[in-house]
């Protein structure tokens, strides 16, 4: 690593700072073909996408000595929305999130939550579809250890992140909705449609 992207990570030093350093760096829309950059190249690119911003938070809060692991938010259908990833975080026993998204909702949360099941269930009314409100939350993971299944050799290697996007996927998850209950969940309406569609970058 050189010494200009180490005295970038030794700043990253506290949650709050890694999610206002990902807030200012553009959001990778992958123009020319799918990519897993590792943290490393990220810095390099200056552009992250959600899953390479939650490894670089993971990465960035390692260096620093602060727990962190991944979760992965799981879709219903691939074809209709998009799974989104998340860095987990521990502050006083409660957990937090940081997060890389283009759109309003879907970001930052305190770490006020007693159990990562808290957590992930704060993103579920927020996780809809513009056209009509469908809300397509599946499930989310059991938070996902990369230090523990992957060490530190995947930090500037685009192959082990890659790996690393399809042992989260197929990780434990545990369902959103109770099954009797999916009767009973409602479409968001327009001002929340209307409310969620403003994006921070242009495509």
Known sequence: MSY????IISKLNTPHKVQDFLDTMPFNFEKE???????????????????????????C?????????????KVKSIKKDSDHTLCL???NKHWGAIS????????????IYKTPRELAMSFYHEY????????????????????????????????????????LD???????????????VRNAGKTEIRGASITEWKK
């Not at 200009?4 to 005295?7: I, L, P």
């Not at 890389?100 to 770490?111: E, F, G, I, Y």
């Open 89 to 91: 975080f521990k502050v």
């Open 33 to 59: 073909g799918e990519t897993c950059w590792p943290p490393l190249k990220v810095l390099k690119e200056k552009s992250a996408h959600c899953f390479e911003g939650a490894v670089l938070a993971c990465f």
């Open 61 to 73: 809060l390692e260096q620093n000595g602060i727990e962190n692991y991944l979760m992965d938010l």
């Open 4 to 7: 200009s992207m180490n005295k």
């Open 170 to 184: 197929n990780s434990p998850h545990i369902e959103f909705v109770p099954k009797n209950n999916a009767k009973f």
């Open 128 to 167: 809809f579809l513009d056209s009509n409100g469908e809300k397509t939350l599946k499930s989310f993971s059991k938070p996902f250890d990369i230090w523990k299944k992957f060490g530190k050799a995947w930090t500037d290697k685009e192959d082990n992140i890659y790996k690393m996007t399809v042992a």
């Open 100 to 111: 890389k998204t283009n759109h309003s909702v879907l970001r930052w949360r305190d770490p």
